[in-house]
């Protein structure tokens, strides 16, 4: 079973206010994804990370920005959340090479008021 | 820009029918890998497919990788409420070097 964590699991938060969503994988995965994802609707890449001091932009426009210090964790920051930002936020992970498999953690449910 | 596209968006059975869900693109991918998702979860991997014409199965569960690796469809066969979920199919290579491209999502409802 694939071991990827992001806390919160639900945040509602009012606008205007700074937020970080967390992510941490045990794995040693090199490579780390953030999608964003409406109920019932398909994954929009927003960034990737292939390694400690790498991150690229997903091929869906974020207003959020990401960091990846260590290997295992790669947050993801909104400076200023605005209710356009609400929707779930799932982090995934992959080794290199392969047949790309991903592991997903559980979300993170966001709602800004 | 490649693209996926899954079928049918929405499907609502009774328990004990059988169902097919595809995913066609027009781009060639190297893997091919079907998630199932539920509702305030993460999506769940169920299998992946990398040899065009493989077949898998995964107890009621038969996944298909068409010959050329275009394509893929995944058959339930005497679904369960159990079932129900969102499924998505995502295919890897080609154009989008170290990313999936996700198809749109299945929405699946088996009704008991």
């Known amino acids: 079973e694939a071991d990827i964590y992001q806390t919160p699991r639900y945040l509602v938060i009012g606008t205007g206010k700074k937020i970080t969503l967390e992510c941490s994988q045990t794995?040693?995965?090199?490579?780390m994804y953030w999608y964003q994802q409406d109920p019932g609707m398909e994954l929009h890449l927003i960034h990737y990370?292939?390694?400690?001091?790498?991150?690229e932009k997903g091929d869906l426009s974020s207003e959020s920005t990401v960091s990846r210090i260590r290997t295992e964790h790669f947050p993801l920051t909104l400076e200023s959340a605005r209710p356009s930002h609400t929707s779930q936020y799932l982090c995934?992970?992959?080794?290199?090479?392969?047949?790309?498999?991903?592991?997903f953690g559980p979300g993170t449910r966001l709602t800004v008021t | 820009t490649q693209l996926l596209e899954q079928s049918p968006q929405f499907l609502s059975i009774q328990e004990g029918e059988n169902l097919t869900v595809y995913c066609n693109s027009s781009?060639?991918?190297?893997?091919l890998q079907w998630y199932r998702q539920e509702p305030g979860e993460g999506p769940v991997l169920l299998v992946t497919?990398?040899?065009?014409?493989e077949v898998k199965k995964l107890k009621r569960l038969t996944f298909q990788f068409g010959d050329a690796r275009k394509d893929s469809s995944l058959h339930i066969t005497a679904a369960q409420p159990g079932d129900t979920g969102l499924y998505l199919c995502?295919?890897?290579?080609?154009?989008?070097?170290?990313?999936?491209?996700f198809g749109q999502g299945t929405i699946l409802t088996v009704h008991p």
């Open positions: 990370s292939y390694g400690v001091n790498s991150t």
């Open positions: 995934a992970s992959r080794q290199a090479g392969g047949p790309y498999e991903q592991y």
């Open positions: 794995m040693g995965h090199d490579k």
């Open positions: 995502a295919g890897a290579g080609g154009t989008s070097y170290g990313k999936l491209t």
């Open positions: 781009s060639v991918f190297s893997s």
């Open positions: 497919v990398v040899t065009g014409g």
